[in-house]
């Protein structure tokens, strides 16, 4: 279960170090050596998520191979339109991006706009339990804000 809060520094390439622990996670292991990477995904404005590749994309095989089934047995009749927004979404949400020495990866474009962090700024890194989430700092302070009052009550029903 990933946890976790720090804040790091956005640098002038759009260029982020995370925490050791939580590169290693979502990276799939140490990622002092070449080869290691991740799955950025776009989740709202204000977030991004990082995911273990392997993970992200079983998630979205199955979720493919639910719609794929309801339109071949014609359950998916009359809503093409959502269908097709459904694939947009998919086509621009994520992209696999290299995690460098020490951590550090670089926020592509079309996805700094969401975070909407500019160069210098700052970004916190969360551990979400199953990923790792990027805020624009006011993003996860009004998040947070919202939703620490249920955590008990979430926490009990979760750990029933």
């Given amino acids: 279960m990933l946890t976790g809060e720090a804040i790091r520094a956005l640098d002038e390439r759009y260029r982020l170090t995370l925490p050791a622990e939580l590169a290693e ?6 990622v ?10 776009k989740e709202r404005p204000g977030c991004l998520s990082l995911w273990r590749r392997d993970a992200w994309e079983e998630k979205q ?6 719609v794929s089934s309801k339109l071949a047995t014609g ?11 459904l694939g947009r979404l998919l086509s621009t949400r994520q992209r696999t991006i290299p995690i460098a020495g020490r951590g550090r ?8 706009e969401l975070l909407g962090v500019e160069p ?6 969360v551990g979400a339990a199953v990923c790792v989430e990027l805020w624009r700092p006011e993003a ?14 979430l926490f009990e029903e979760l750990a029933r």
């Fill in 140 to 153: 996860w302070a009004e998040w947070i804000g919202r939703e620490m009052p249920g955590f008990r009550e």
């Fill in 75 to 85: 359950r998916l009749d009359g809503r093409l339109g959502d269908v097709q927004r």
């Fill in 120 to 125: 210098g700024g700052n970004v916190s890194v």
């Fill in 25 to 30: 996670a979502v990276g799939g292991g140490p």
């Fill in 105 to 112: 990866i670089v926020i592509p474009e079309g996805f700094r």
């Fill in 32 to 41: 002092a050596g070449q080869g290691a990477e991740c799955l950025i995904a």
């Fill in 61 to 66: 095989r199955q979720a493919e191979s639910i």
